[in-house]
């Protein structure tokens, strides 16, 4: 067995050791291990990983499950049409008033309630790239939100 | 509906996808169950804290779900859904300012699965410190022996996940594994 025919059998010990190669594959790498030691010490540690996984919390899936629909929940009155000036005033660091610091208090409102009916999540890219932030924002910027904010809460 | 089956036939992840863009909350259901395992060893190995990995899968299973109107499934879901969780656990590193290596002392939690009793006796204690030294590799090798390894990712998926190329990622597993066995020795 030449080095080439190992570099494709070291390829394969992955899905060898953990069932997951059709047989034909199979077949060639067990047709390979008796030739070749270093596959076969290789071969041996993959199967020890594959003996001694991460072990995942069992409640974690009742967890994600309970996490992931509470977050689908509407919480009521859009976020933005009634905490528009709350918000504003707390990302430009301008106690207008102190009328409502409930709204500001609260937990940060999930963007899903912001979702028409029919619709699971708004189509918006940034929420891939992390949790909205109003860190490190500059004036204009917040400004520019402030306005889109208004804006949508008007509309 | 179940998530998997329906009708008498198994239900892909795709179909699962689709149920869930509609409103299904059983098909999110599905979802979480069939690729929670793989998201949260993905977490723990980049993290190696328990209670920050499972936040980590938490904030990639809403987002990804939230974002689900935007998969348009060039990559599977679970690879899609374990690259958004390899992205929120360097988000929550960064947060905690915990990007130094972990001494191993700090590594996940460890356990053997099933274990046969008479086999367990032979070889339990070697692939616990297998696992264990895995976790003492520098992030992209250890990455990338657990993705192929543990989750049969290919190259081309765990370069995705790593940030690297496929080949950067191909080298990654054989160093990583050449380094094992030179640890294990």
Same mark, same amino acid.
């Given at each position: 067995?030449?080095?080439?025919?190992?570099? $494709?059998?070291?390829?394969?010990?992955?899905?060898?050791?953990?069932?997951?190669?059709?047989?034909?594959?199979?077949?060639?790498?067990?047709?390979?291990?008796?030739?070749?030691?270093?596959?076969?010490?290789? @071969?041996? @540690?993959?199967?020890?990983?594959?003996?001694?996984?991460?072990?995942?919390?069992?409640?974690?899936?009742?967890?994600?499950?309970?996490?992931?629909?509470?977050?689908?929940?509407?919480?009521?009155?859009? !976020? !933005?049409?009634?905490?528009?000036?709350?918000?504003?005033? @707390?990302?430009?660091?301008?106690?207008?008033? $102190?009328?409502?610091?409930?709204?500001?208090?609260?937990?940060?409102?999930?963007?899903?309630?912001?979702?028409?009916?029919?619709?699971? !999540?708004?189509?918006?890219?940034?929420?891939?790239?992390?949790?909205?932030? @109003?860190?490190?924002?500059?004036?204009?910027?917040?400004?520019?939100?402030?306005?889109?904010?208004?804006?949508?809460?008007?509309? | 509906?179940?998530?998997?089956?329906?009708? *008498? =036939?198994?239900?892909?992840? *795709?179909?699962?996808?689709?149920?869930?863009?509609? *409103?299904?909350?059983?098909?999110?259901?599905?979802?979480?169950?069939?690729? =929670?395992?793989?998201?949260?060893?993905?977490?723990?190995?980049?993290? %190696?804290?328990?209670?920050?990995?499972?936040?980590?899968?938490?904030?990639?299973?809403?987002?990804?779900?939230?974002?689900?109107?935007?998969?348009?499934?060039?990559?599977?879901?679970?690879?899609?859904?374990?690259?958004?969780?390899?992205?929120?656990?360097?988000?929550?590193?960064?947060?905690?300012?915990?990007?130094?290596?972990?001494?191993?002392?700090?590594? *996940?939690?460890?356990?053997?699965?099933?274990?046969?009793?008479?086999?367990?006796?032979?070889?339990?204690?070697?692939?616990?410190?297998?696992?264990?030294?895995?976790?003492?590799?520098?992030?992209?090798?250890?990455?990338?022996?657990?993705?192929?390894?543990?989750?049969?990712?290919?190259?081309?998926?765990?370069?995705?996940?790593?940030?690297?190329?496929?080949?950067?990622?191909?080298?990654?597993?054989?160093?990583?594994? %050449? %380094?094992? %066995?030179?640890?294990?020795?």
């Amino acid at each position: 067995m030449s080095q080439t025919d190992c570099g $494709t059998i070291r390829e394969c010990l992955p899905d060898f050791a953990a069932g997951r190669l059709d047989d034909d594959a199979g077949n060639a790498v067990t047709a390979h291990l008796p030739t070749c030691a270093e596959c076969r010490a290789e @071969l041996e @540690l993959i199967q020890m990983l594959l003996a001694a996984p991460p072990m995942v919390p069992a409640a974690l899936e009742d967890q994600l499950t309970t996490a992931v629909r509470t977050s689908r929940q509407p919480t009521g009155r859009p !976020w !933005w049409g009634i905490s528009a000036a709350a918000v504003a005033a @707390l990302a430009l660091g301008i106690g207008v008033s $102190t009328d409502r610091p409930e709204a500001i208090d609260g937990p940060v409102p999930d963007f899903a309630s912001e979702t028409g009916e029919g619709e699971l !999540w708004p189509s918006d890219d940034g929420l891939l790239a992390g949790e909205p932030s @109003l860190d490190g924002l500059s004036d204009e910027a917040l400004i520019e939100l402030l306005e889109e904010l208004t804006g949508e809460g008007a509309a | 509906m179940t998530d998997d089956s329906q009708g *008498g =036939h198994a239900v892909s992840d *795709g179909e699962l996808v689709e149920l869930g863009r509609s *409103g299904d909350h059983a098909a999110l259901d599905g979802l979480v169950r069939r690729h =929670h395992a793989s998201a949260y060893r993905v977490a723990i190995s980049i993290t %190696r804290r328990d209670d920050v990995a499972q936040d980590v899968v938490q904030d990639a299973f809403i987002k990804a779900f939230r974002a689900l109107r935007d998969f348009r499934g060039d990559a599977s879901f679970r690879t899609w859904l374990m690259t958004i969780t390899a992205n929120e656990a360097r988000v929550a590193l960064r947060k905690r300012g915990r990007w130094s290596e972990f001494a191993i002392d700090d590594a *996940g939690p460890i356990a053997i699965e099933d274990p046969d009793p008479a086999e367990q006796a032979v070889t339990g204690q070697e692939a616990s410190r297998a696992r264990a030294l895995l976790e003492t590799l520098p992030e992209k090798q250890r990455l990338s022996v657990s993705l192929r390894v543990d989750e049969g990712l290919s190259f081309r998926e765990i370069g995705d996940l790593i940030e690297s190329t496929e080949g950067a990622a191909r080298v990654n597993y054989f160093h990583g594994i %050449r %380094r094992l %066995r030179e640890l294990m020795e």
